[in-house]
């Protein structure tokens, strides 16, 4: 297919295009490299640099024989959400509508979102299926989720079959070594700790270890962004295939604490990563996972790369460097 990558240059963008050219499709990479970096490029696909709030930039970029849009260009820092709303309403929100508008006006039906778990909240329960409640704790869970029900209305009225990907946390780096980017001002876990083995950061801070939790640390789903590009290839073509929306949880279902990532990554990286307990980060519950069961039975997803190893060494072999 001839796809068009919104925010293809970022970290997960720069994954899913990868895949994409690995399985033989055409790739446009639409990005304004506010995030992204040029080095994710990839000589292979067309690049396009360019904004989602530029209506007519995306009206053209459509119009050349689309058959798909994965779109991936949004903010994502949960914190700074809740500080500065008015960039995420903006970016997030004004910026998705310009680009299914444009996808509507050249009949472009189908159409990948990343969403989030962001949008289930504080878990009732677990692990989260999709069938969970949604309501959101911070103002970007929002944005994904009124972007959600904005997919639901296109279909509906304009015919647009979307695939929703609600990721759990995305960590790792392209086992091949073929993506080396890094993040900017990272805010993650992962990424933060790498900075500090790799001495880009001198000290990390654990953020709470009274949590009800097996070591008193929050536990999280983290999902390899290999994984999680395969299974934007796998949505495309089941929309395709079924001519029908999708909506699905992309998680490992293996639930890692805090602790455990640092110890794996000082046991990996064989560097000492000083670490700080400091108090509770609000906003962040104690444990999130997911079941991939439906993405399992829908897709035939199974995440590959998601132990912690793998999650960690795939990472130190980009920040060594
Ligand atoms: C993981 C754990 C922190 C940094 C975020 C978004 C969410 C989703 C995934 C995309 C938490 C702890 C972290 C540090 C720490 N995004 N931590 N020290 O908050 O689970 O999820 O990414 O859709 O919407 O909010 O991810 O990597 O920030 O934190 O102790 O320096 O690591 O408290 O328990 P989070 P994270």
Redo the contacts with the bound molecule.
């Keep these: 297919m001839n796809m068009l990558v919104i925010g293809g240059a970022g970290y997960i963008g720069s994954h899913v295009v990868r895949t994409l050219l690995d399985k033989g499709h055409s790739v446009t990479v639409y990005d304004n490299l506010s995030t992204g970096r040029k080095e994710n490029l990839f000589a292979e696909a067309r690049f396009v640099e360019g904004d989602i709030l530029d209506s007519k930039a995306l009206r053209e970029v459509t119009a050349d024989g689309i058959d798909g849009i994965i779109h991936l260009a949004a903010f994502?820092a949960?914190g700074e959400s809740m500080i500065r709303p008015e960039k995420y309403a903006v970016n997030n929100l004004t910026g998705t509508i310009n680009i299914l508008n444009a996808a509507a006006e050249n009949e472009v039906r189908r159409f990948v979102f990343s969403s989030?778990?962001?949008v289930y909240g504080e878990p009732r329960y677990l692990p989260i299926d999709e069938k969970h409640p949604k309501s959101p704790e911070?103002f970007?869970?929002f944005t994904?989720l009124e972007i959600e029900r904005l997919l639901e209305w296109y279909d509906r009225l304009k015919n647009v079959k979307f695939a929703a990907l609600r990721?759990?946390?995305?960590a790792g780096y392209d086992p091949h070594g073929r993506i080396r980017g890094l993040e900017r001002n990272p805010?993650?876990?992962?990424p933060?700790v790498m900075e500090v083995a790799s001495g880009m950061r001198e000290r990390?801070?654990?953020?709470?270890n009274d949590y009800d939790t097996r070591d008193g640390?929050?536990i999280?789903d983290y999902i390899h962004v290999s994984d999680l590009a395969e299974a934007h290839v796998l949505a495309l073509e089941w929309i395709k295939a079924n001519d029908r929306s999708l909506i699905v949880n992309l998680g490992s279902e293996t639930g890692v604490t805090?602790k455990e990532m640092i110890e794996a990554a000082r046991r990996i990286t064989g560097t000492p990563i000083p670490a700080d307990i400091v108090d509770r980060?609000p906003g962040?519950p104690a444990q999130?996972v997911s079941t991939a069961q439906f993405a399992r039975e829908t897709l035939g997803w199974k995440a590959k790369y998601s132990d912690v190893d793998s999650l960690v060494s795939s990472t130190w072999e980009v920040y060594r460097r």
């Design positions: 994502k949960a989030s778990a962001a911070n970007y869970g994904k990721y759990f946390n995305a805010q993650n876990l992962l933060v990390m801070q654990v953020f709470g640390t929050c999280r805090v980060r962040d999130l």
